[in-house]
């Protein structure tokens, strides 16, 4: 099968600062840092996966990598199908690059000029450009502020100029690095919902999406890839990550009516792995139970039969999933103590 992008073993170091008394000790030692240790990953092609972990945990490195802005010391990649190290030019015009960094942009030009002047760097004809950006900015909803200098821009206007200049060449693949950092929670859902609904399920892109933003994470990724100092930690569906670290579904009842040995018998039974009650704040004759189910499709029903025949009556059941923060916390401590 072939993958919209496939790394294989990849490995980057950059060199370690060194102070100039380092330098003078050992002049002709060399200490690195490594940036990517080994990263295996396979994005299928319309998909929009995440690469999450905290600040320094490699995820730009990657994303530079993969745009081919830098190489790696070891490994293979693939963008599109070409190869990074020998076919560098064609991963260039076949994605986007949308970076937080709005130094890349000229301050005293409009937004409209400086889309203008990226899309002269694709060789597009005057005609292809003017009927380019239309079509960005009328996708974006920027006609109004377009012709506005650079510099009067609010951060989240700024942040979807960057999109729109990672669209220009109408990318397949689309790499963007922190998207909604800094942005108000208005700005940053508006983003969120573009990348989700406008580019990957109306035009079948495929984005790749580096963040440390859990929520975000959760909210739009198809997939996950947990990274930290370099390495993948854990990799899949939100649902497929939380099962690495717990095989329980749990759910969260309020119950009136219910004895202490019903409670008992529920707690014996196989599939249930967790039992815990305790009386509802706001009324004490209903008792909230809180249950880890394996299997919690076929245990579920039997868990709610025994309430039902014993008299209990179920006032409310609710899934409860483990927050992604946790997750995330547990993963990066079991793996980092393998480390």
Not at 32 to 40: D, E, Q, R, S
Not at 88 to 106: A, D, H, P, Q, W
Request: aromatic share 6%.
């Amino acid at each position: 099968m072939a993958y919209a992008i496939e790394t294989v073993g990849l490995i980057k170091r950059f060199p370690r600062r060194r102070k100039l008394r380092q330098i003078a000790r050992h002049p002709f030692r060399m200490e690195t840092i490594t940036a990517l240790n080994g990263v295996n990953l396979q994005v299928e092609e319309g998909e929009l996966f995440g690469i999450l972990g905290p600040n320094g945990a490699g995820k730009t490195t990657l994303i530079k990598l993969l745009s081919t802005l830098i190489l790696p010391d070891e490994g293979e990649a693939w963008v599109n199908g070409y190869n990074i190290f020998h076919e560098e030019e064609n991963i260039k015009r076949s994605i986007g690059l949308v970076t937080g960094e709005e130094r890349s942009f000229y301050w005293r030009l409009s937004g409209r000029r400086n889309l203008q002047f990226f899309a002269t760097l694709h060789n597009m004809s005057p005609f292809q450009i003017q009927k380019r950006i239309n079509s960005i900015l009328e996708i974006l909803e920027l006609q109004e502020k377009v012709d506005d200098l650079f510099y009067t821009y609010s951060t989240g206007i700024k942040q979807e100029l960057a999109l729109a200049r990672g669209l220009i060449n109408d990318p397949q693949i689309l790499f963007i690095d922190e998207p909604t950092r800094s942005l108000d929670p208005v700005a940053a859902r508006n983003i969120r919902k573009f990348i989700q609904e406008k580019l990957v399920k109306e035009q079948g892109k495929t984005v790749f999406l580096a963040t440390h933003n859990l929520e975000e994470a959760q909210q739009i990724c198809d997939r996950l890839a947990i990274i930290d100092r370099g390495k993948i930690l854990s990799l899949g569906t939100p649902s497929e990550i939380r099962r690495t670290v717990s095989k329980e579904d749990r759910y969260i009842l309020k119950v009136r009516a219910l004895s202490a040995e019903v409670l008992e018998k529920i707690g014996r039974k196989k599939k249930v792995a967790h039992l815990s009650s305790r009386p509802d704040p706001a009324n004490s004759s209903v008792c909230i139970l809180e249950i880890g189910l394996l299997e919690h499709e076929a245990a579920l029903p039997l868990v709610i039969e025994t309430l039902v025949s014993s008299g209990a009556k179920i006032l409310d059941c609710s899934h409860f999933e483990v927050p992604l923060e946790d997750i995330f916390a547990e993963v990066v401590k079991r793996k980092g103590a393998d480390v």
